[in-house]
């Protein structure tokens, strides 16, 4: 159906964004075919200067890994001209080289780092449920699937990563003979499409810790979400690109062989580290990519030496840099996002010798309940450019409905940094000063902010806590503990003591101190309290960032059960809040068991890390 015939088509006062699905019987299009080309387009934009031709990855590199000729390709179908002889022969370098590594046709149509303008274009003009917003942003759907399917995450069994592998529900297995018959699946089925895209960039804003990653896929939604979340090479930096460090195969429009030893639904994603490959089947949401990128990230960097972390970073006006850990709803992007700091990263960083980078070049911000009042950050970054993902709007005027929940409530948006007002590009900062481990307690006992010691912050590091609340899952009734191991537990590789470890050592090495920041509730629990005022959360970060709460006047008592340090006083924010047990609305004898169930339930989580953990750490939690 043409983009006209789509758009008139609508009749009901909201669209909403409708799941498209290929199935194995639409395996080949029905569009007419095309002259076989190869293009690339050299007027993307760009946001890095330094030329990175090389990358420390290369050496961990197996010896036997594949090399290709740098890609080096002129943009256009028909404006070559006499002097693009030596360009159009590295197009057929291109071919050559993805019918050389993954059985590409030859012929295939390629096209290679296009504009965000051509994206655009390709994107309404071949794929279905894609429209542009009344901001400019992208509208895309992400089909039947439309948040990450971590049961049908796997892991590569093979022997130079195998011994170093946390394996268990988290890292499942997958036989390298499996993980080949999806990677042939894979790329039999983009041979049949018209067109496929190539998005190379990097990962990682340090040039000492850089990375090249290649992304090969068939929808033009899919190549501008990666466009934007990798860093985006300069024209010279992508003429000398190189051999990639790793390549995403995404085929996610086709499902795979359920028959295939390993496989339990239509959606793999599935990881090989020794070929330094990914292969998607079976789901078109984009964050698997984003994802499995930052997987990988959790293997290679900490093997090297560099810590990796999931979480959001930012720097003050004398250049401190403070890190936020947090599960989602706890305030981790809208918090790091402060108008008077500097953004370096919502999601993902590395701790090297010589401070931290962002691991992306751009941002995935939940939308749901977004207002420009509360987050007009996130707010002015949609447009065009942006990728709003299964969101529902206005058939006519476009306007998004954030409040509409009914595609589902992960609604996204992806957007490259520099769309944040005053990020700081390179995505680059200092060793941190402040270590913010955020979490939203719907049971109400949790204080808003206490200071923790060296082993209570590898403790509550290591446990990751947050509570779903009432009423976001089927079948959720009350406010239920939720623990992510390192604030990231899907993407962990290595068992959760090793990235705590690494921690613990940069923050005595480098004086940072470690804050227990609660956006939850306060007063009671989910359904009796209040959600704790953004802008208190706000003015305990200032206090944190301004020193009031390291001050020699600060005051502190000790909280019990959890053995924290809580502040007495926090300017701009009441005594009564600071202290759980003070504002309790109902009886001390239900507070008290509700901070004794909390207790337990975070005692019961860490028994599963005992054996690697060292004493103190493990004694580190409540005493009940």
């Known amino acids: 159906m043409s983009l006209l015939a789509r758009l008139t088509a609508v009749r009901s006062p909201k669209l909403i964004v409708k799941p498209c699905v290929n199935t194995a019987c639409q395996l080949h299009s029905s569009r007419p075919s095309v002259t076989p080309i190869v293009s690339w387009s050299s007027k993307s934009s760009s946001i890095v200067g330094t030329s990175y031709n090389t990358s420390p990855i290369d050496k961990t590199r197996n010896a036997s890994n594949r090399q290709f000729s740098t890609l080096n390709l002129q943009a256009g179908m028909a404006s070559k001209n006499s002097s693009d002889t030596d360009d159009w022969h590295d197009a057929q370098q291109v071919g050559e080289y993805l019918h050389k590594e993954a059985g590409i046709d030859f012929e295939k149509r390629i096209l290679r780092n296009l504009s965000v303008a051509e994206l655009y274009e390709d994107a309404l003009k071949y794929e279905d449920g894609v429209f542009i917003s009344s901001t400019g942003a992208l509208i895309a759907a992400s089909g039947e699937k439309t948040g990450r399917s971590p049961s049908d995450k796997r892991i590569v ?9 946390w394996w268990g529900p988290v890292n499942m297995k997958v036989s390298e003979t499996a993980f080949m018959i999806n990677r042939e699946r894979a790329v039999d089925y983009l041979n049949t499409r018209d067109r496929l895209y190539v998005v190379d960039g990097f990962v990682g804003w340090d040039p000492e810790h850089r990375m090249k990653v290649r992304v090969v896929c068939s929808r033009a939604y899919h190549a501008l979400f990666m466009r934007n979340m990798l860093i985006r090479p300069t024209e010279e930096e992508l003429e000398n690109f190189g051999n990639p460090d790793f390549t995403i195969y995404n085929a996610g429009q086709f499902p795979c062989n359920r028959l295939t030893t390993g496989m339990t639904s239509k959606a793999s994603v599935a990881i090989n580290f020794d070929r330094r490959e990914m292969v998607i089947l079976g789901t078109e949401y984009a964050g698997e990519m984003k994802k499995g990128v930052f997987t990988v990230v959790h293997y290679l960097y900490p093997k090297s030496g560099v810590l990796s972390l999931h979480s959001s970073a930012n720097e003050g006006q004398k250049g401190d840099t403070s890190l936020f850990f947090g599960l989602s709803g706890t305030g981790k992007t809208t918090l790091s996002a402060d108008a008077h700091r500097r953004l370096i990263g919502d999601d993902e960083h590395c701790w090297t010798n010589n401070g931290v980078f962002n691991v992306e070049g751009g941002c995935y911000a939940k939308t749901i309940d977004l207002s420009k009042e509360k987050e007009p950050e996130i707010w002015g970054a949609i447009k065009f450019g ?173 909280y019990p059960v959890f053995n924290l340090e809580i502040p007495t006083q926090v300017p701009n924010v009441p005594d009564d809040v600071l202290d759980p047990r003070k504002a309790w609305l109902q009886s001390p004898e239900e507070f008290d068991k509700q901070l004794k169930e909390l207790g337990r339930l975070f005692e019961e989580n860490f028994k599963q890390y005992k054996d690697q953990a060292s004493e103190d750490v493990a004694n580190a939690g409540p005493k009940m």
């Open 157 to 165: 069994d093979e022997s130079s990563s195998s011994k170093d592998i």
């Open 386 to 558: 942006s990728v709003l993902e299964n969101v529902v709007f206005d058939s006519h005027s476009r306007v998004v409905d954030y409040t509409d929940t009914s595609v589902t409530q992960n609604t996204r948006v992806a957007y490259p940094i520099e769309y944040i007002p005053g990020a700081k590009i390179p995505c680059i900062g200092s060793h941190p000063k402040n270590i913010i481990m955020l979490t939203c307690d719907a049971f109400g006992v949790l204080p808003p902010v206490s200071k923790l010691t060296d082993v209570q912050a590898m403790y509550h590091f290591i446990s990751g806590y947050t509570a779903k609340i009432a009423g976001t899952e089927m079948g959720v009734t009350e406010p239920q503990a939720t623990f992510s191991a390192c604030f990231g537990q899907p993407f962990l590789v290595f068992h959760p003591a090793k990235y705590a470890k690494m921690l613990a050592e940069k923050m005595r090495e480098h004086r940072a101190t470690a804050w227990l920041v609660n956006t939850g509730w306060n007063g009671g629990k989910y359904g009796v309290g209040k959600r704790i005022s953004l802008k208190y959360s706000r003015a305990i970060l200032d206090a944190i960032h301004d020193g009031v709460l390291t001050s020699p006047s600060a005051t502190y008592v000790k």
